[in-house]
């Protein structure tokens, strides 16, 4: 892997271009940084002299925001795979000793830089499809020298990459096996050892909880949040995934970033997530690897305004994909959400739920450069294919960080 910082810059004037709405476009990028967004025709005299770019008609969108991952573990679980095609449920695996318990195994049985290696290699299958921000829960480890082992790796892994990466403290993913029948106190150990050791180690910039009855209760979820508040850190929840626990009201009261996966989220929750502005985090690879039926609440999350992303969820149980376009189709195809809803899905609306706004999610001026050309003659096709990367050119935090080029 080159190192980022000798990669091409992405100065210069970028032509050619089409926006997703069909409408011929412009960029202006300076020192890494966009200066100017607009009509072609209306470019300022001044960028006359600028070195050019010729997007030959390619459509851009901006840089895709991957909000919602679990990329740092060991191992991987296709037994499990083969167990639930034999008709085992998600829920036997994991009441069997299988599902989270065993990839925290594996993974603290890696050393970081095992870990490093492998997390590495996923990260670049995301970031040559064009993503340019990702999130990275931990939650293998389960124990503070292994949590910290996996947030390390995720805080590496962003420098490395020259790729943004917002780091989740999921420490409440699972009950450690070391902790059976206690969880309060594992709880215990969360929100007065483990967190606020990570906090104050920079390593932790928000703070996610499993709830759910394999996993955590609500009451066991709000003490998490309230040590999380306690320490000035958003939070953000795995809600209503297998059932509906109330866990998206009491995130939305704690002001959360988002509430993730909600197939059984209710008109309560969805009111109070509208209320307290979260963001409805749609995972349609953990819906369609655990074969479930049961889709969230597309329809009234969109009556209601409450802003949808889509994300990969990569992990090793119930969602091995490694490819955010191609939870764009699902999200169009098993979820309905119509093309703009896909894509917003995957850019401002994932930046909302990453709190990047500021810097991800759009194409500003001021905002660092990051955007994606596509080898694609009409914006439907980002949804259409799947198991195909029709990327052109990748220009993430300034630098021109993939060039397939127009025949890819
Ligand atoms: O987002 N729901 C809980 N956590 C993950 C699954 C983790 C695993 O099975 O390893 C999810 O789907
Ligand atoms: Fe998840």
New binding site residues.
Partial sequence: MKPFDSLPSADGLWSGLRDVSGADTAIVVEQGVVRWVGEPAALPGSCAGLPVHAGGGALVTPGLVDCHT?LVYGGQ?ANEFALRLAGASYEDVARAGG??VA?VRATREASEEALFDTSSARLASLLAEGVCAVEIKSGYGLALAHERKQLRVARRLGAAHGVTVRTTFLGA?ALPPEYAGRSGEYIDLVCREMLPALAAEGLVDAVDV?C?RI?FSLAETERVFQAAQALGLPVKL?AE?LSDMGGAALAARYGALSCD?IEHLSQAGIDAMRAAGSVAVL?PG?YYTLRDTQLPPIEALRAAGVPMAVAT?H?????PCLSLLLMVNMACTLFRLTLPEAIAGVTAHAARALGVSATHGAIGVGMPANFVLWNVAEAAELAYWFGQRPVRTVVRQGRIAVEAGAGS
Avoid: K
């Fill in positions: 679990h679980r599902g989270i990839t993913h499993f759910e996993a795995h995934q996966h995972l953990a969820d992990n090793p149980g119930t969602s």
